[in-house]
């Protein structure tokens, strides 16, 4: 099947928008039921290393939203490297409209870890350099 990036941007900025205030809460908690349907199926990890290489894997071959996905996770740091992600040209839309973004696949990335790792996680920052739907999100566990 071949998805249309045209209809899921318009989709996800036209879903953002219709939640108007209450988007910030169902953002988050798609991200935690999208973690949870990873989470409850992983099994557990020997190390930090085996969470990033099995999240990856779940957002590369199950979620597919991005064409490019790396995951990486040692005993201080974690971070998601994505390129050609869907959600970003949605974002796109209701950045340009003045409109508050929304990606779960942060908070979907936050709760894994918690879930998983079980360790206080901060979130550091959205770096973009520039390029619709490419970032880093960065995370320190705690």
């Known amino acids: 099947m071949t998805t249309s990036l045209n209809?899921?941007?318009q989709y996800h900025s036209t879903v953002i928008k219709a939640l108007g205030e209450d988007a910030k809460k169902v953002n988050a908690k798609v991200g935690s039921i999208m973690a949870d349907n990873w989470a409850d199926k992983a099994g557990k990890f020997d190390n930090n290393g085996e969470f990033a290489q099995s999240f990856e894997n779940y957002l590369k071959n199950q979620l597919e939203f991005a064409k490019q996905v790396k995951v990486k996770c040692d005993d201080k740091n974690y971070s998601l490297d994505i390129k050609g992600c869907a959600i970003c040209h949605g974002n796109e839309?209701?950045?340009k409209e003045g409109v508050a973004t929304a990606?779960?696949?942060?908070?979907?990335?936050?709760?894994?870890?918690?879930?998983?790792?079980?360790?206080?996680?901060?979130?550091?920052g959205v770096e973009k350099p520039g390029v619709v739907g490419?970032?880093?999100?960065?995370?320190?566990?705690?």
């Open 7 to 9: 209809f899921f941007k």
């Open 93 to 95: 839309i209701l950045r």
């Open 134 to 142: 490419e970032c880093t999100i960065k995370f320190e566990l705690e």
């Open 103 to 124: 990606c779960p696949i942060v908070q979907a990335a936050k709760y894994a870890a918690v879930k998983k790792i079980g360790r206080n996680v901060i979130t550091k």
